[in-house]
């Protein structure tokens, strides 16, 4: 199966449920763009190369205990610090 940019709408919202953070702040921290994920829905094109930027994101940042979507390919996560991974807002955690 090939992720599309359709397939960044269900992660965002997914992760944002989870984190606590908004769809856009999460663009921003895969992209350094707020707007990106609302413009790929909207119907704008993303490149090949930023898309698999944004499913490399989720990947590496996804949290072990939230499933991820059985209709998406995950890329291999990279090994983060703990510091390094999101963590939910407002989380204590070390």
């Known amino acids: 199966m090939k992720n599309t940019p359709h397939h960044i709408a269900a992660l965002s919202e997914a992760l944002a449920q989870w984190s606590g ?4 702040t999460l ?11 609302d ?3 909207n119907g704008h094109g993303i490149t ?11 990947s590496d940042n996804w949290p072990d205990d939230l499933p991820w ?9 990279h090994p983060l610090a703990p510091e390094q991974k999101l963590k939910a ?6």
């Open 21 to 24: 953070y908004s769809p856009s």
């Open 27 to 37: 663009s921003r921290f895969a992209t350094g763009s707020g707007d990106i994920f």
């Open 39 to 41: 413009r790929i829905q």
């Open 48 to 58: 090949y190369q930023r898309l698999e930027r944004i499913f490399q994101y989720f």
């Open 69 to 77: 979507p059985k209709n998406i390919d995950r890329p291999t996560p």
């Open 89 to 94: 807002r407002g989380c204590k955690c070390a």
